[in-house]
């Protein structure tokens, strides 16, 4: 049974595989609008979502599959009686040929896919890992740089809880000549155990603090929104905003990235910057679930 549950189980080899799958169907759609004209994709959201959800379900429609979808399965399906991630996925294999989770514990996929009935696919599991989101990163970081070894990146904002930011770490480190810089106010510092991840690909983890700290010559900027619905307390806003002016002390080949939605982050007046690639990022993550829902049923 195959499963997308968190980017660890990627290597270069499987990610040249998917990004060359989801080429061909941004090229040629035509030709892959019946591949799942006789199965059914559930879409269970126990979190909010906008992308990732519509995205999966257009996904899913452009192949030619029908969905079956709770957009706030922690209110209205059974969970809210208490029933586990284990017992519905049991009863939805009943109905459906796969399934796109999205839940606040860090190991609803892995939950979901011990059942091991139908391919789970993991669309945001807690603090921990992204893993489609961060494909479609790197599918766009390759697309914008033409490569994925050599790169600078520096990641901001919520390092602690983002969830995409891991996801990315394990995808980067994966590639040779890795620089990540790590920019945050301290209370949403990247945990150790990412440190020590990169560390032992050999990639040196440095962290920043300020703007000034960064290589002008980054190729990526990653940004993220602090995850506040992760913990209780104030912590404050997010300090280090890029605005016209910081984004003019980066290189004109930087990339500005960020999963979305974006808060008070990245200010507006960048986004007709061509270094501003979020948008189409987001855009792109359709051709990558495209493929990837492929990939887990075999019709690839
Ligand atoms: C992200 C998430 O849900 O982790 N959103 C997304 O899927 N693009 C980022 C976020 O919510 O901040």
Redesign the pocket.
Known sequence: MKHVLSSEQYTRESLDELFDLADKIRNDPKKYSHKLDDKIIAIMFYEP?T??RLSFETAALKLGAKIITTENAAEFSSAAKGETIQDTVKVIAGYADAMVIRHKSDTSAMDAASVNKIPILNA?AGKGE?PT?SLLDMYTIKEKKGRLDNLKVAILGDLLY???IHSLLKLLSLYNNIEIYGLSKEAFSLPQEYIDMLKSKGIEYKKCSSFDELPKDLDVIYH??I?AERFEGDFGKEEFIINKEVLNRFSENTILMH???RVIEISTDVDDDPRACYFEQAHNGLFIRMALLLQVLDKA
């Open positions: 979502s992308r990732t945001g992204h989101q983002g969830r995409t993220t929104r995850q999963p979305l939605p």
